[in-house]
């Protein structure tokens, strides 16, 4: 499997989408979390988030702001990496060109998800320290306390963003193992996280108590959920307290496990065409 | 061990058969021509040798192993090349010899083996149709391979590229690489394999060497008046060696007879035009095994 994933991690590396995707989620994170409410703040307009004013953007938030665009805007993004780095594979025909070669299913596939942990991991990291430089001009800037997180809460703000992160892109690697394909998978993805699970929470849990119920099992809810367990400002997009962290957490690992298992299961018994 | 055996292999998508009880081994060292026109069950064959789909029925074994297992030593290029767009011919190779656990060594040798070697730095994407067909074949050659299974590889080269790759695989096959070679075009198989399977509607229709499809030469005699020739021609050598095909007697004998047969035939007042050593090319042969089930429609693909 090693020589899967540095297959795979230098595909990765070398592919221009990838470095798209993060250059997104960079700009997204930046404008909606830092910039546009810090000119509203520096504005003295009224917002969703003018009551937090200045706190909301300093240091002593990085954790929160870092990892709570992941359970909806940023975790779409991750389910696109997700697609592309295994439905790459079936859109090019290439699956027969690196099966040919001796590996098999599973070690290919395992190189997959390994590589996809690495990137995932170095998305959130990332994420982290351009809210870190962020922050901290924000606070040089208007002379005021920048009382970081400590390590131990950056670690667990680090560990939860990049489980959030890894489960929408096993997410979206279980799609294109199913689905044979990248579009499609996209597709279908994006309409469950951006249109299926906002109308669930938003329409039908208020109305009907077993959706409410249903929905903690769920895992945007559960994402967002540890999220906000983590201090994510609830009225971000997906960022709702329905259950504990570690309930989420638990949750959230199990749909991770259970999508990877799922995809290779597929992967292992159908027809390479 | 052979490299290659199926038994009874077969393979069903529903109601449909793509390949049926074929039985098929390939012997160490030998090309082996893999004949049928498109749609004959060709490429599903090697797929199944490859463990890339699963057969319905029966064995297969490559290098004594079930499909998938023995790779080994097995390179192979299938239904086309297929490779990343956004990497170089260079970088995919790195990238599949990474796959294979190949040493990153091979790159180069195989590279200049195709004749890519001026252009592996260029992305995958901007390359010809036959370029990347070499790319393909170059990638099948990574793992310095001892059973080489190319499926149609001279697809979209131009001529000078098809006797490249002919030239190629010849000097595998004499350098002692197992190859499986399938093809629709009759000519690259006669040009290059050993022994040749034929393949239609799933089933395997005849398997030998080149020479005995062909069978005896004999003589081919163009005369006039043809009736009287093949009369007169009959008495010769008999009448069961002696068959009319549109203007020309085609004589079941011996070639070395061509002499004897033409003074019989110029003394008995027969005007001959022409009369040569005669061999059925494998377009006859093809024609021949499979006309009672599919007329001549596939040798007009077979013709390429």
């Known amino acids: ?32 979390t830092y910039v546009i409410p810090y000119a509203g703040y520096a504005g003295g307009t009224g917002g969703p988030r003018a009551d937090l004013g200045l706190a909301a953007l300093l240091p002593a938030k990085l954790v929160g702001n870092s990892i709570g665009g992941l359970p909806v805007f940023l975790g779409a993004l991750m389910v696109i990496l997700g697609v592309l780095t295994v439905g790459g594979e079936y859109g090019w025909g290439t699956w027969k060109t690196v099966l040919t070669q001796g590996p098999s299913r599973l070690s290919v596939f395992g190189g997959k998800l390994a590589a996809l942990a690495l990137a995932t991991l170095g998305g959130v990291v990332v994420l982290f320290a351009v809210g870190a430089a962020a922050s901290a001009i924000v606070a040089a800037v208007e002379n005021a306390p920048a009382d970081w997180p400590s390590i131990l809460d950056l670690a667990a703000g680090i560990g939860a963003g990049w489980l959030i992160a890894f489960m929408w892109a096993a997410f979206g690697g279980a799609l294109a193992v199913l689905l044979r394909g990248v579009a499609l998978p996209i597709g279908l993805g994006l309409v469950w996280l951006l249109a299926v699970q906002n109308l669930l929470a938003l329409l039908a849990a208020p109305l009907l108590d077993w959706v409410a119920q249903l929905q903690k099992g769920l895992p945007g809810p559960n994402a967002g959920s540890l999220a906000a367990a983590l201090g994510s400002a609830s009225d971000t997009p997906g960022v709702q307290g329905l259950v504990g962290g570690g309930q989420a957490a638990l949750v959230l690992s199990g749909y991770l496990v259970g999508f990877c298992a799922l995809a290779a299961a597929a992967l292992r018994r159908r027809d390479i065409l | 061990m052979e490299p290659v055996v199926c038994e009874n292999l077969t393979k069903r998508y529903g109601s449909v058969v793509a390949v049926q009880d074929l039985d098929l081994t390939v012997r160490a060292g030998e090309v082996y021509g893999f004949l049928g026109p498109n749609g004959a069950g060709k490429t599903t064959t090697l797929r199944m040798l490859l463990g890339l789909i699963r057969p319905t029925a029966g064995e297969v074994l490559v290098n004594g192993l079930p499909p998938g297992a023995g ?25 599949f010899a990474r796959y294979g656990g190949t040493a990153a060594a091979r790159v180069d040798l195989v590279l200049d083996l195709v004749d890519l070697a001026g252009r592996g730095g260029d992305k995958y994407a901007t390359y010809s149709l036959g370029m990347k067909q070499r790319l393909g074949v170059a990638a099948a050659l990574l793992k310095d391979p001892r059973l080489l299974i190319l499926d149609e590889p001279t697809n979209g080269l131009d001529p000078a590229g098809m006797a490249d790759m002919r030239s190629l695989i010849r000097r595998l096959g004499a350098a002692g690489c197992t190859v499986l070679l399938s093809s629709h075009l009759l000519g690259e198989v006669e040009q290059i394999c050993d022994r040749v399977g034929i393949i239609s509607r799933g089933r395997l229709v005849t398997e030998s060497t080149v020479a005995d499809l062909r069978g005896t030469a004999g003589l ?17 050598v008999g009448a069961a060696s002696v068959s009319v095909d549109g203007p020309a007697l085609d004589l079941s004998v011996a070639p070395d007879r061509a002499a004897e047969i033409n003074a019989k035939l110029v003394t008995a007042g027969v005007a001959v035009s022409e009369i040569r050593p005669h061999e059925r090319d494998l377009e006859e042969v093809f024609f021949q095994m499979t006309s009672d089930e599919e007329g001549s429609s596939h040798v007009e693909q077979l013709r390429g």
């Open chain 2, 71 to 95: 790779l080994a030593g097995v390179g192979a290029l299938i239904e086309g090349p297929a490779f990343y767009p956004y990497l170089s011919g260079r970088d995919n190779l790195r990238v």
């Open chain 1, 1 to 32: 499997m090693w020589n899967s994933f540095v297959a795979e991690s230098y595909k990765l590396v070398r592919r221009p989408a990838t470095w798209l995707l993060l250059a997104i989620a960079v700009v997204l994170a930046l404008l909606f």
């Open chain 2, 220 to 236: 081919r005699v163009v005369a006039s008046p043809l009736e009287e020739a093949a009369q007169l021609a009959r008495a010769l």
